[in-house]
């Protein structure tokens, strides 16, 4: 009983192992959800319907995300100033463990080539579902994310619009972008396809679900140092 005791106060002991152990899991949670996340793209673009809208526009899948991703992490520091926090810019490493997360996936999946188009929606269903938990749980612990979830949460943090509502915002604008760049630099649609649109639509959706639905990742926001279940309750519910 002492012991229990002397684990809830804050200063002792017993509560810097707690917290170091909760880091621990909440970085652990983090690296779980980047390569769920580039596992779900891989899926996606294996569907054969079009790309992810991050990835949609026309160059090499992980090449293309690499550059697209330096700009996102430049957004975030316009956007937020000085709220956003400088260990925020070792999303540059993970920009780069992410990219090469998405080649390993791709080879992979190499075997993985779904023909007719009931197997191609089930692929892309399936690599939907992947990526909306991929990022949700990326998110979740507050330690770092991806550049393209980070720039979703920055605008999100300055509109007051939920995380899985502001990113099907963003996808469905990348999308955008993806289909007038395709027609400029090619004179067609390249790497823009009905699957494109699908996932610009629901997987910022199915984020809302798994952060309503999930207690694992309420579990891991409740160990953020910074966490308050008042405001995080607000923000669910806004939007």
């Given at each position: 009983?002492?012991?229990?005791?002397?684990?809830?106060?804050?200063?002792?002991?017993?509560?810097?192992?707690?917290?170091?152990?909760?880091?621990?899991?909440?970085?652990?949670?983090?690296?779980?959800?980047?390569?769920?996340?580039?596992?779900?793209?891989?899926?996606?673009?294996?569907?054969?319907?079009?790309?992810?809208?991050?990835?949609?526009?026309?160059?090499?899948?992980?090449?293309?995300?690499?550059?697209?991703?330096?700009?996102?992490?430049?957004?975030?520091?316009?956007?937020?100033?000085?709220?956003?926090?400088?260990?925020?810019?070792?999303?540059?490493?993970?920009?780069?463990?992410?990219?090469?997360?998405?080649?390993?996936?791709?080879?992979?999946?190499?075997?993985?080539?779904?023909?007719?188009?009931?197997?191609?929606?089930?692929?892309?269903?399936?690599?939907?579902?992947?990526?909306a938990?991929?990022?949700?749980?990326?998110?979740?612990?507050?330690?770092?994310?991806?550049p393209?979830?980070?720039?979703?949460?920055?605008?999100?943090?300055?509109?007051?619009?939920?995380?899985?509502?502001?990113?099907?915002?963003?996808?469905?604008?990348?999308?955008?972008m993806?289909?007038?760049?395709?027609?400029?630099?090619?004179g067609?649609?390249?790497?823009?396809?009905?699957?494109?649109?699908?996932?610009?639509?629901?997987?910022?959706?199915?984020?809302?679900?798994?952060?309503?639905?999930?207690?694992?990742?309420?579990?891991?926001r409740a160990?953020?140092?910074?966490?308050?279940?008042?405001?995080?309750?607000?923000?669910?519910?806004?939007?």
């Amino acid at each position: 009983m002492t012991r229990d005791r002397n684990e809830r106060i804050p200063g002792t002991q017993a509560d810097a192992l707690r917290r170091r152990r909760e880091f621990a899991i909440r970085c652990a949670a983090f690296a779980g959800g980047v390569v769920i996340n580039s596992f779900g793209i891989a899926f996606i673009t294996k569907a054969a319907l079009g790309t992810s809208p991050i990835s949609s526009l026309p160059l090499s899948l992980g090449g293309f995300t690499f550059v697209i991703n330096i700009l996102f992490i430049a957004a975030q520091f316009a956007l937020l100033g000085k709220d956003i926090k400088p260990i925020q810019l070792l999303q540059l490493a993970v920009n780069v463990l992410f990219s090469l997360a998405i080649d390993v996936s791709m080879s992979l999946l190499d075997w993985l080539s779904p023909t007719g188009l009931i197997a191609r929606l089930a692929s892309l269903l399936v690599g939907c579902l992947i990526l909306a938990f991929g990022v949700a749980l990326e998110v979740a612990p507050g330690v770092l994310v991806v550049p393209g979830e980070g720039i979703v949460n920055a605008l999100a943090r300055r509109t007051g619009v939920r995380f899985g509502s502001m990113k099907v915002i963003f996808d469905v604008s990348l999308m955008v972008m993806a289909t007038a760049s395709s027609f400029i630099l090619f004179g067609r649609l390249n790497g823009v396809g009905a699957g494109t649109v699908i996932s610009a639509l629901i997987v910022g959706r199915f984020v809302n679900i798994f952060n309503r639905r999930l207690r694992l990742l309420e579990r891991l926001r409740a160990m953020r140092p910074d966490y308050e279940a008042a405001s995080q309750e607000k923000l669910d519910d806004a939007a």
